[in-house]
């Protein structure tokens, strides 16, 4: 199992192991253009393509990308089912190249509510890709936060129910948690300018960097995501410690902070 955030220091590594992202803005930047949402979330496919790149070449070990979310069912049903072909085409057509490229692919949510095509392509496709190892992609459908918890607690009260007043902890739940087998995103980056989590991972954002930019999905590509990964450099990770104790702990070396862009210093080196 992963470190748990609250129940010990976790590693803060200066290029994020685990990066979550709220693809957001599709819609709008196709308004911007006279263009119908679909071609906003076609070009949105492109930015998951560079985006995937982008992480493999920068040694990310963990990209989570949050696709369909429970509440989306709610958008109109001709956008749903687009969404849903965008996302059998990418099962179909991508997974072979991601395959050959070291990804392994996990797709996590309440699949039950998709058709059977989609349920068995997603199974072919994170069986395909089970032994890979350069980068876990985690795409969320039919995703929502409270739904994990809530799964995770029945499953855990199924297979061991508890004693009827003890208590349950954390560790006892975290193996039945979706992403169990990956650590703690460092970075969550949510794009289109809102500031919200809506219902992502809930559980697994406890001490993560959140990076809110401006700039809509489609437009997101490796600068931006450097940007973001600056930005997360500079921050002091804590994990509720004081700045002092993160300090006495720090194994900085002298001179670093020269390669980092301006305003920023290395401070999540120091409990590396
Ligand atoms: C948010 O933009 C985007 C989505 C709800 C869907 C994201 C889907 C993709 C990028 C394509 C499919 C993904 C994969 C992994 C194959 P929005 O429509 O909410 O934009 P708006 O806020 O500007 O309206």
Redesign the pocket.
């Known amino acids: 199992m992963h470190k748990s955030s609250t129940l010990a220091v976790p590693d803060a590594p200066e290029i994020p192991r685990h990066v979550a992202i709220i ?7 196709a ?1 911007r253009r006279h263009l119908p ?1 679909f071609a ?2 076609q070009r ?2 492109e ?2 393509r560079t985006a995937i790149k982008c992480c493999v070449d920068r040694g990310i070990e963990y990209l989570t ?1 949050f ?3 429970s509440e ?1 069912w709610r958008r109109p049903a001709e956008e749903v089912a687009l ?1 849903m072909e ?2 059998t085409g ?1 099962l179909t057509k991508e997974v072979v190249k991601m395959h050959r490229n070291g990804v392994r692919l996990r797709v996590i949510g309440d699949l039950g509510r998709f058709d059977s095509r989609i349920q068995s392509l997603i199974g072919e496709a994170e069986r395909m890709t089970a032994g890979n190892t350069r980068l876990t992609l985690t ?1 969320a459908a039919n995703y929502g936060g409270r739904w994990d918890v809530l799964q995770a607690l029945s499953r855990l009260v199924k297979d061991k129910p508890p004693a009827a007043d003890g208590p349950i902890a954390e560790a006892d739940l975290a193996p039945y948690l979706s992403m169990s087998y990956a650590p703690e995103p460092d970075l969550f980056i949510r794009t ?1 300018g809102e500031h919200r989590i809506s219902n992502f991972l809930l559980w697994q954002l406890a001490y993560t960097e959140l990076y809110f930019t401006d700039a ?2 489609p437009d997101f590509d490796a600068e931006l995501l450097d940007q973001a990964i600056a930005w997360y450099r500079g921050r002091e990770r804590r994990f509720g410690r004081t700045s002092e104790q993160v300090e006495a702990g720090g194994r900085q070396k002298k001179g670093e902070d020269a390669e980092l862009p301006a305003g920023t210093s290395r401070r999540t080196r120091v409990n590396a």
């Open positions: 693809m957001d803005g599709n819609g709008r930047w308004k949402r906003g979330h949105g496919v930015a998951v990308l696709a369909f979310s989306n969404l965008l996302f990418a795409i289109g809509l999905w």
